[in-house]
């Protein structure tokens, strides 16, 4: 008999579905997802040899769920059985059955156990129902009987189900709806009225809901919590270290349970995590969020943290990367239980690539690289070549028989993106900054990552969303040597606009002298933000305000730039200084000599302290807060309007205006009048008095555009939209002598002016200042 053609298939397969009770359409969805398919087939062939062609609806629809909620498809036959059986009858028992199948993976199963778990069995009757109801409306009926059918029913539903946990939702339901019927009785005009709304909150208090609210795994929350609040025991729905098995998409094998209980007996049930950058650039904004992720997430649950870095290509690795990368890392406030390399293990690597040729599961192959690229690379013609061939081979590529390119190991599988037979070994004959010539064949990062986890026994392996499509070969990978398998839970990146972050774009910004270095503070790597004078607590506040998202989260600068203030302003004391100089000579100065003005370093709270600053009858104020011609809305210094000096208790009024030839101002002559003998001024002014001269450097954004890499946005490249006016230096700027023994990153906050940091360029002579943020955040940038 010939065998049927696609067509028949499919018009079978569609027959097949509609009498599990599923649509046209949902059959012919059903049809497109091969997996699904299959499955549902198998579990109707088993429930039709059992029961006949004629499935009933509500067994049809616990068949379908089967199939399509199952992870491990060698359960599907046990729990097929269950649901023709009679023994699994209502969706709730399924879902406790397929929790059950999930957390105990290897056989056999504990048959009565299962059916404990899963409610087999177990009757609610009508009278149960009815008296849980009964409990549940008691409890609440002050409050049903003021808010009538407007009160939360839900919480009626939920009371009962948890006094009745296997009793069918719908006959709750029913049994909720009658009684409270019979409590209220039938629905008014005024219970049909809708619900007021409820009044707008003010604008102050909206930003401060906005401010408290956090995202995690991609709802909000508009209760303020901590980044360890986020990170804490169930918050992310993660599994408890040993039962990895639980995990989604977790593969397990007949070691899995040994392997295990190992694990558990190193570490104790303890949380281990590992931050493991590559040695060959600087750290940046996104790292910020995976170091709070992996520290924080160890930190919050008792656990451990290594800092490993992932030293597998010499040719791009370098000292200064290694030393500035655990530096930031500290910076943010962790420290690394301990610091390891990739590096450290490269034997037990290379012992068990050795192994992996001799189970099939990997050869050497003579591809070029630019043969195995892309999407639909041919297949390799070595793919098949003995393991006895390859271990000779290999050993080969250890003591440099082969050139660069000329030979690599590949692993023997196909990842989830396509990619068929990744790379585990290639050769380079660079010399290693810790093995020096040791070597001459470099493990992968698709080889050398889950491996390392393993020696680690790290129990959460957490990585950005791109990594997931090396999931697979992540877990087959440890399955294939019969090692430990860590989990790895992915996340979304933290990607901030108006910026580059890629290396290889920086080194672009370096070299054509858009930048100085990786630490200008136009960028957005940790060391730049450090110079410009961010706090580290406000990047970490940053981070917990974007939350641990699944998604990918790109935000505008200003946001990180408000975390600033909201740091600094506790932090950074007061000084004055004037950027743009304009002399003022007071006439009738009153006294003989320097009068010291106490200035409170936080006026907030002036328990924090003073500094005293010199006042002379010469001072400089801002040539802005000087007009020669009063303009409406102008509240500060004219001829015939005074304002008055911050922290003196002085009010000074112009008498005379000097000017150069070009008919410049160039100095003022003013009186001094007492603040409590005269009437109170529109303004009060900083002014500064015996200075220091010191540099100022103000920052703007970088690029003018958004997105600066998106030819879309920017046709030109990313290097065609530089901001011209990114960089602005005031090179004679005159700051008060408060700040005279600052070192450098110290900060301040410079009145009206913004916050200031001190820079490394600083010498004796003079100090350089870069300006961190504005005071106000400029309304043009949101």
Not at 68 to 86: A, E, H, M, T, Y
Not at 528 to 557: D, H, K, W, Y
Not at 744 to 769: M, N
């Amino acid at each position: 008999m010939a065998a049927a053609g696609p067509g028949e298939a499919e018009a079978e397969a569609l027959r097949v579905f509609t009498a599990l009770g599923l649509s046209a359409d949902k059959a012919r969805e059903t049809l497109k997802n091969e997996a699904l398919s299959a499955l549902l087939r198998q579990a109707a062939a088993q429930a039709q040899g059992a029961l006949g062609p004629a499935i009933d609806r509500a067994t049809g629809t616990l068949l379908y769920n089967v199939a399509s909620r199952l992870k491990d498809p060698k359960r599907l036959g046990f729990l097929v059985g269950c649901v023709i059986s009679k023994k699994i009858v209502t969706d709730l028992q399924l879902s406790a059955a397929l929790d059950y199948v999930k957390s105990h993976p290897l056989d056999p199963i504990d048959v009565a156990d299962f059916e404990h778990t899963c409610g087999v069995g177990v009757a609610v009757t009508p009278e149960q129902i009815e008296e849980a109801v009964e409990a549940a409306i008691s409890k609440h009926r002050a409050e049903l009987l003021a808010e009538r059918y407007r009160f939360n029913m839900g919480l009626l539903m939920g009371e009962a189900r948890s006094r009745l946990k296997w009793a069918d939702g719908k006959i709750i339901k029913n049994e909720v709806d009658l009684q409270v019927l019979h409590l209220l009785g039938p629905k008014t005009e005024a219970d049909l009225e809708k619900k007021p709304k409820a009044a707008k909150a003010k604008p102050a208090e909206v930003e401060k809901r906005r401010k408290a609210a956090v995202v995690v795994n991609g709802a909000e929350s508009l209760e303020e919590r901590s980044l360890m609040e986020q990170l804490r025991g169930e918050a992310l729905k993660f599994h408890k270290p040993g039962e990895n098995y639980k995990a989604d998409g977790y593969v397990t094998t007949p070691h899995t349970m040994a392997l295990l209980k190992q694990h558990l007996e190193i570490t104790g049930g303890q949380v281990r995590t590992r931050f493991p950058p590559e040695p060959n650039g600087i750290l940046h904004i996104g790292h910020a969020k995976a170091i709070n992720f992996n520290f924080g997430y160890a930190k919050a649950n008792d656990g451990i943290c290594f800092l490993r870095y992932d030293d597998t290509n010499p040719e791009k690795e370098e000292e200064k990367y290694f030393t500035a990368i655990r530096e930031m890392v500290e910076w943010l406030g962790y420290e690394p239980y301990a610091v390891t390399h990739a590096s450290d293990y490269f034997d037990q690597l290379y012992a068990w690539a050795v192994e992996l040729i001799q189970r099939g599961h990997a050869y050497v192959c003579h591809q070029k690289v630019e043969e195995i690229k892309g999407h639909n690379p041919p297949p390799s013609p070595w793919r098949d070549r003995p393991a006895e061939e390859s271990l000779l081979l290999f050993e080969g590529m250890r003591k440099g028989k082969f050139e660069e390119g000329e030979a690599t190991l590949r692993m023997k599988l196909v990842m989830e993106d396509g990619k068929m037979d990744p790379v585990a070994y290639r050769i380079k004959y660079t010399p290693h900054h810790r093995s020096g010539d040791a070597w001459c064949i470099y493990p992968t990062y698709d080889y050398t990552h889950c491996l390392c986890d393993s020696i680690e026994h790290i129990t959460h392996s957490l990585c950005t969303k791109e990594f997931q499509a090396r999931r697979s070969s992540y877990f087959w990978l440890c399955n294939a040597l019969d090692v430990y398998c860590p989990v790895q839970w992915e996340y979304g990146r933290l990607n901030l606009l108006y910026t580059v972050v890629s290396k290889r774009k920086i080194i672009r910004l370096v070299e054509t002298g858009a930048v100085r270095d990786w630490d200008d503070p136009r960028l957005f790597t940790l060391t730049a933000l450090r110079r410009r004078g961010f706090p580290s607590e406000a990047i970490n506040n940053f981070c917990a305000r974007v939350g641990v998202t699944v998604a990918q989260a790109t935000m505008e600068p200003h946001l990180l730039e408000a975390c600033v203030r909201d740091v600094l302003n506790e932090q950074a004391p007061r000084a004055m200084a004037v950027l743009d100089p304009l002399r003022v000579t007071i006439t009738n100065f009153p006294a003989a000599k320097a009068l010291e003005v106490p200035v409170p370093n936080f006026p907030a709270d002036e328990t924090k302290g003073f500094h005293h600053v010199p006042f002379l009858p010469t001072l400089y104020i801002e040539q802005s807060d000087f007009r020669e011609v009063l303009e409406k809305g102008y509240k500060r210094l004219t001829p015939g309007q005074p304002v008055g000096l911050r922290h003196t208790g002085y009010i000074i009024a112009v008498q005379n205006i000097i000017k150069d030839a070009s008919g410049h101002v160039t100095e003022l002559e003013v009186t001094c009048t007492r603040s409590d003998a005269a009437e109170k001024p529109k303004a009060f002014i900083h002014w500064v008095s015996e200075p220091l001269v010191c540099e100022v450097r103000l920052y703007e954004r970088l690029f003018l555009h958004k997105n600066p890499e998106d030819p879309a946005e920017v046709p030109g490249g990313f290097l065609s939209d530089l901001n011209p006016d990114s960089l602005q230096v005031v090179e004679d700027a005159l700051v008060d002598r408060s700040v005279r023994v600052a070192r450098p990153f110290d900060r301040f906050q410079f009145e009206r002016l913004g916050y200031f940091s001190v820079d490394p360029d600083s010498t004796e002579e003079k100090v350089v200042f870069n300006r961190t943020v504005t005071l106000k955040e400029d309304p043009g940038k949101a």
